[in-house]
């Protein structure tokens, strides 16, 4: 229970939910912390301002955040879909070196860093980087606005 009129005190809430680990989950959160850990399925977000964390992720991930960083540690099965979106701040993401996926990373205003994955079909411009890694089964799909994308395999 939280009460409904702060009377003039500052405090803070923090929730530590344990759910099955293949359970789809979809969070939405104003402001504030997300994290999952273990997540063994799908998992939907959609933070206004706040980071999302995804740590030891396998499956299909969908992450929308307005101002904050989004960092996951994630495998992608074959047929997955990663797609993330960061309005300000930055986009980190760890995948298995051989995933397969149809890969697009693209920032308004920043950089894009890939390294130990190999793609095929490559085509980059300053704030745009497409390619195919492995069959191109799955999809990746990472959009930041004012920031910064960071993509390894490994």
Not at 26 to 33: E, F, I, M
Not at 72 to 99: K, R
Not at 143 to 149: F, L, Q, S, Y
């Amino acid at each position: 229970d939280q009460p409904d009129h702060s009377g003039n005190r500052t405090y803070q809430v923090d929730y530590e939910i344990f759910l099955p680990d293949d359970l789809f989950l979809s969070v939405v959160n104003a402001n504030g912390n997300v994290r999952a850990e273990g997540m063994r399925w799908e998992f939907q977000a959609e933070v206004a301002n706040g980071n999302v964390e995804i740590a030891d992720g396998v499956g299909s991930a969908w992450v929308t955040v307005g101002n904050g960083n989004l960092v996951a540690d994630m495998y992608l099965p074959d047929g997955g879909q990663i797609v993330f979106s960061v309005g300000n701040g930055s986009a980190i993401l760890a995948v298995q070196p051989d995933v397969s996926a149809e890969f697009s990373a693209q920032v308004g205003n920043g950089t894009i860093v890939v390294s130990g994955l190999t793609l095929q079909d490559q085509t980059s411009a300053p704030n745009v980087f497409r390619g195919t890694l492995g069959d191109g089964e799955g999809r990746i799909d990472v959009t930041v606005g004012n920031g910064t994308i960071r993509v390894n395999g490994g």
